[in-house]
């Protein structure tokens, strides 16, 4: 039972990652990469448009590393 919550959490994970990057890419593609900044009493900081699609690809990287990790660890 563990294991298809961890397969059907990681492939949740995955799908949302994908679909947050893929729309990332399309306003990155259509509206170029603008930079926004957010400044409030939680956080501070600016970003653009390929920075978000590069951290989605390097969730998408890690999420790929864990499943592995899991799938061929010898246990």
């Known amino acids: 039972m563990r294991k298809w919550l961890f397969t059907i959490t ?3 994970i995955s799908l949302a990652v ?7 890419i399309y306003k990155w593609l ?3 990469d603008k930079v ?3 400044a409030n009493g939680f ?3 600016c970003s653009t448009t ?6 989605g690809i390097g969730v998408m990287v890690f999420v790929g590393a864990v ?3 899991e799938r061929y660890r010898g246990k």
């Open 36 to 38: 926004a900044c957010t």
């Open 67 to 69: 499943c592995l990790w």
């Open 50 to 55: 390929l920075g978000w699609i590069l951290s």
């Open 10 to 12: 990681l492939a949740a």
């Open 18 to 24: 994908c679909a947050t990057v893929g729309v990332a």
């Open 43 to 45: 956080t501070f900081g």
């Open 30 to 32: 259509k509206d170029g």
